[in-house]
């Protein structure tokens, strides 16, 4: 299958973790070592979880979940994840 | 006199009792993928079990071709809340696969092509309880549903049935799956609706 989604389905169940908007920022994959915007990623699920891969390498990018009283997320597939800093 | 009465749904009952706590019936058959699926001719799929000593079995398409498969009905129970009833595969049973497997591991690790793992306990692949399935409905699996063959574990929850399976590896300790590492259930039975860590 393609993606079900891009990176805005993203927009939502990160509001609850990052205070800027997360869509526009950039994520270095740590495979391949392309940048894309968050807005970018292929996106699967969502069901369990949301899954952000690299558009360029397919590696996984972004995990996240939501259970009955957390969030887990896991970036361990980025080298990097460049957030807009408030008034930059 | 009640608005509803038992009545109305008389004819559903019987799945009623099928169906685990806080699960719907559907009749369709959901995909969810975590990632492109993968398409894995059958000439080029194996099927790998690593023990806890290094020691490998290998099974080619051919080799599981070979072995004795078995027709089964089962019902499926997603952690997505739907379960899909008197789903009918063809496969070949753990039983088989692990007989001349030499291991004193209480714990597996399962592998798919694409990356996806996913853990559970080793006797819960035994007895009748698991099988490598690679016909869905008298049919060739689909890739879409995890062909040319997927686990087959459906006392635990679906993301346990890893699709596109390759191997698995046999553990003294329990080491946590794509999911179970994002706070879902290291178990994952539906009866007792084990979605999340600590339930």
């Known amino acids: 299958m393609t993606a079900t989604y891009d990176g805005n389905m993203l927009a939502g169940p990160l509001s609850d973790v990052f205070a800027v908007e997360v869509t526009t920022a950039t994520a270095c994959c740590g495979g391949c070592g392309r940048n894309s915007t968050v807005a970018e990623l292929a996106v699967y699920g969502p069901g369990p979880g949301l899954v952000a891969r690299c558009p360029g390498c397919d590696d996984v990018l972004l995990r996240v979940t939501r259970t009955a009283d957390s969030i887990w997320l896991d970036l361990a597939g980025m080298a990097s994840l460049r957030l807009p800093a408030a008034g930059g | ?199």
């Open chain 2, 1 to 199: 006199m009640p608005i509803i009465t038992r009545g109305f749904r008389g004819h559903r009952s019987g799945d009623d009792e099928r169906l685990p706590p806080g699960q719907y019936l559907t009749h369709d058959f959901p995909v969810l993928s975590t990632g492109p699926t993968p398409l894995i001719p059958p000439e080029e799929w194996s099927f790998t079990v690593t023990t806890e000593t290094g020691v490998r079995h290998e099974w080619s398409w051919t080799d599981l071709m070979t072995l004795p498969a078995e027709e089964v009905t089962v019902d499926l129970h997603c952690v997505t809340r739907w379960s899909k009833l008197d789903t009918a595969w063809r496969g070949v049973s753990l039983d088989v696969l692990l007989e001349d497997v030499e291991t004193v591991a209480d714990y597996a690790l399962v592998h798919s092509h694409g990356g996806y793992t996913t853990n559970l306990p080793l006797e819960d692949l035994l007895d009748g309880q698991a099988w490598v399935a690679f016909e869905y409905d008298g049919d060739a699996l689909t890739s879409e549903h995890g062909g040319p063959a997927r686990l087959l574990v459906p006392h635990l929850y679906l993301w346990k049935s890893a699709k596109w399976v390759r191997g698995i590896d046999l553990l003294l300790e329990d080491d946590p799956g794509f999911w179970e590492q994002l706070g879902y259930h290291e178990y994952g039975d539906p009866w007792r609706e084990q979605r999340y860590q600590g339930d």
